[in-house]
């Protein structure tokens, strides 16, 4: 069974940091990796997917990485914003091609 | 493109009653929906997924009778939570994914509903 663990669950910074977020996960025979965004008392805005094959996708400020083979994904968020501040949470396909198992994320909060 | 929406964005009911929340995508053909339950501070536990014209797959643990999935066509599926009770209050997350080898082969998130039992 495929579990997600994000570290840390919570973490505040001044504004301009750069700053990463920690996605690890049980089974490395994954079909890909989806990193997310959620607002407070919203859905879900989907920000990079990296497949399989690829080591890292990056937009804008953001870039992200993935290890199949250690089980880990990081997310890293270049010269924070306040409007970065929500709640990061990233997912895998629970077995090859299907349903996603979303770890219970990481709350980001940037302070002016 | 590749929009989701829900409706209602958010509910209040009595203990007791059904509410039913529609899941739709606006422009593309969802083959595939699922629905997802999230608790304050927790992830999404997935709770269905449904392929368009068939019965819905259901989670260990979650009761099929008392969360009734429709997806009755390639734009629409319902999720009907049926004699809701305080513990059935929660942030409830339709997604959608179009037909598999097209460009909306990915799943593609809702606003959410806020359900309150009281």
């Known amino acids: 069974k495929q579990e997600v663990t994000q570290i840390p669950a919570a973490l505040s910074v001044p504004e301009g940091e750069n700053l990463v977020l920690n996605c690890s996960f049980t089974?490395?025979?994954?079909?890909?990796l989806q990193w997310f965004r959620q607002d407070p008392g919203k859905g879900l805005t989907s920000l990079l997917l990296?497949?399989?094959?690829?080591r890292e996708q990056t937009s804008g400020r953001l870039n992200a990485s993935l290890d199949k083979s250690s089980g880990r994904s990081t997310l890293y968020i270049a010269a924070s914003q306040p409007g970065d501040s929500a709640t990061y949470l990233c997912?895998?396909?629970?077995?090859?091609?299907?349903?996603?198992?979303f770890g219970k994320g990481t709350m980001l909060l940037v302070s002016p | 493109g590749a929009v989701v929406s829900q409706h209602p964005s958010w509910v209040i009911c009595k203990s007791g009653t059904s509410v039913k929340i529609e899941c739709r995508s606006l422009?593309?053909?969802?083959?595939?929906m699922f629905w997802y339950r999230q608790f304050p501070k927790q992830s999404l536990m997935l709770m269905a997924t449904?392929?368009?014209?068939?019965?819905?797959?259901?989670e260990q643990g979650v009761e099929k009778d008392k969360f009734l999935i429709n997806h009755a066509s390639l734009t629409l599926s319902t999720l009907t939570v049926t004699s809701a009770h305080p513990e059935d209050s929660s942030f409830y997350i339709c997604?959608?994914?179009?037909?598999?080898?097209?460009?909306?082969?990915?799943?593609?998130f809702g606003p959410g509903t806020r359900l309150t039992v009281l």
């Open positions: 997604s959608a994914r179009g037909r598999q080898g097209t460009k909306t082969d990915t799943q593609y």
């Open positions: 089974d490395s025979a994954i079909y890909n």
């Open positions: 990296i497949q399989s094959s690829q």
């Open positions: 997912a895998v396909p629970r077995d090859g091609y299907s349903t996603l198992t």
């Open positions: 422009d593309f053909q969802a083959t595939t």
């Open positions: 449904s392929n368009e014209g068939s019965k819905a797959t259901y």
